[in-house]
């Protein structure tokens, strides 16, 4: 139904995959919705295709799309990030009055959020950057929503979203994350994990299908299996799914006709390059983002497969193929925790370096639907931080540390596994030397700081007095303290 006369409660510009999905989504569940696009093409596609879903109220100009909405404002961007955001934000400034709202619902890198938010403030008008995650179908059905920003926007923004997120056990996954950039910035660590997940999922499948020599159909009840215990999630109900699944043209499974390049849009890359700079080490993360990126070199791949470098002794396995099974399973757990603990040190990270404020409560409560990293463990995490919210690491919550008592050796052996088979499993292998670089008594970072102050003066604290030191390595190597 539409009607030109109604005013609507809230405004989506943009009407692609995601804009029409979540336009639909809020008249489906009884707001009014304003719509919008640049070209007005899609926006009757819309009306004419799901006019009767609920009540649109569509423009074809900004400034009768501004004057359709009921005040205070609340306008939902969803174009292509970058450029089309800063125009569109622009048109919708100069139309709107002050107290309005102006959301960016698309991926926006959470440190253009804050220049905006405070350009935004700076014309008197609230702008709220909301991480929406769950692909076109969660936009549809109910989406996971980050919404940064103004606190006081939240508090007329807040229903509106509720009303249209997922829902779990009675709890909408949608809350206030926290001032300017937060809400983009939790999106973004929330696609770094996504990525790592996928990962150990991936490495998981790599070691069944050419460690044990599965085939792909075998591999899919394996997973259905694993998702009803303490791995069950999206990400491997959906891995079960493709698996399963046959070629219309060949017949042949269909993931063996998929070309092994993996695409990365940005979130991950963005995830790993944040670590970075706040000195987080975020290694199953960033090692995900370098495998899907060595998957496309696919020149050097071929390079390389052509008999060019050795292989060295590969063994056979040697274990029963159940058990493997079951090891590669506690494996892909353990690298799975470890992904997860990473990113909510991430999170905390860049909630203290930015001042937001972050509970990562919220966030294991609000990923629990919705998203693409919902999953049955994200109950713990929650656990986890009722029990105590400064947890120094999230493997260290008793219940984790007990699960990695079970997860450990398996982790370990599966590890040695891939070694000895020849498979490239970097995320199982990686976390797996961060955790031992965590627990080790001492780290060779201390031969790496005498190296520092043998080539660069670069002085070093001792274990066993306060004070900064250094050794006269060109001289006659005794110990000078510096400060
Ligand atoms: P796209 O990212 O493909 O963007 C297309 C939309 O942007 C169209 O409505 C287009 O209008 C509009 N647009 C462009 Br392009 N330049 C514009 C400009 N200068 N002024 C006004 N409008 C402009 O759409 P999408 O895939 O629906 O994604 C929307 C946002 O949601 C993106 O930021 C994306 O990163 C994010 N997101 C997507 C997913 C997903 O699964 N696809 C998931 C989560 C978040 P036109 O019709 O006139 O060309």
């Not at 769950?134 to 229903?159: F, V």
């Not at 609000?366 to 029990?387: E, H, M, S, T, V």
Request: with cysteine.
């Amino acid at each position: 139904m539409t009607d030109k006369n109604e005013l609507a409660q809230i405004g989506v510009v943009g009407l692609a995959v995601m804009g029409s999905n979540l336009a639909r989504n809020f008249a489906r569940n009884g707001n009014t919705v304003a719509v919008y696009n640049r070209s007005p093409e899609k926006t009757h596609a819309l009306i004419e295709a799901h006019g009767e879903e609920g009540n649109f109220v569509p423009s074809e100009t900004i400034e009768d799309f501004v004057a359709s909405l009921e005040r205070p404002r609340k306008a939902i961007i969803m174009v292509k990030a970058g450029k089309a955001t800063d125009a569109v934000i622009d048109q919708l400034a100069e139309a709107m009055d002050e107290g309005d709202v102006i959301i960016d619902g698309g991926n926006a890198l959470f440190t253009d959020t804050i220049r905006r938010e405070k350009d935004v403030a700076a014309r008197g008008k609230h702008f709220v950057g909301a991480g929406i995650s769950g692909g076109e179908e969660g936009a549809l059905n109910g989406p996971a929503i980050m919404p940064g920003g103004p606190k006081e926007s939240w508090e007329t923004l807040g229903p509106i979203l509720e009303s249209i997120a997922a829902n779990v056990d009675g709890t909408p996954c949608v809350t206030h994350i926290g001032p300017d950039g937060a809400g983009h910035f939790v999106k973004m660590v929330h696609n770094g994990i996504e990525y790592a997940d996928m990962q150990v999922i991936g490495e998981a499948y790599q070691l069944l299908r050419y460690g044990a020599g599965m085939e792909p159909a075998e591999i899919a009840e394996v997973f259905r299996e694993w998702n009803s215990g303490d791995l069950d999630s999206y990400l491997i109900e959906i891995t079960a799914e493709v698996l399963a699944q046959k070629d219309p043209e060949t017949g042949a499974p269909l993931v063996d006709v998929i070309m092994d390049a993996a695409g990365q849009k940005g979130t991950g890359r963005w995830t790993a390059i944040n670590g970075l700079e706040l000195g987080v080490p975020i290694t199953g993360i960033a090692e995900s983002v370098f495998a899907r990126a060595l998957s496309s070199s696919t020149a050097q791949r071929s390079a390389a497969q052509e008999g060019q470098l050795p292989a060295g002794t590969i063994k056979e396995l040697d274990v029963d193929k159940s058990e493997f099974i079951e090891d590669v399973r506690r494996a892909l757990y353990a690298a799975k925790l470890i992904a997860y603990s990473q990113g909510f040190d991430e999170i905390k990270a860049g909630s203290e370096e930015f001042g937001w404020d972050v509970d990562p409560r919220d966030l294991a409560t609000i990923w629990r639907g919705g998203c693409i990293i919902r999953a049955k463990f994200l109950d713990r995490i929650r656990a986890a931080y009722d029990k105590n919210a400064d947890l120094p690491a999230l493997i260290l919550d008793p219940y984790f540390k007990g699960e990695l008592e079970d997860l450990i050796d398996p982790w370990r052996r599966v590890v040695v596994a891939a070694t000895q088979l020849g498979l490239p499993a970097p995320v199982f292998a990686s976390s797996l030397s961060y955790y031992d670089s965590l627990r080790a008594e001492r780290l060779p970072a201390a031969l790496i700081q005498g190296q520092r102050d043998f080539f660069g003066a670069h002085t070093f604290k001792r274990t066993d007095k306060p004070g900064t030191f250094h050794i006269e390595w060109s001289g006659d190597r005794s110990l000078t303290q510096t400060d």
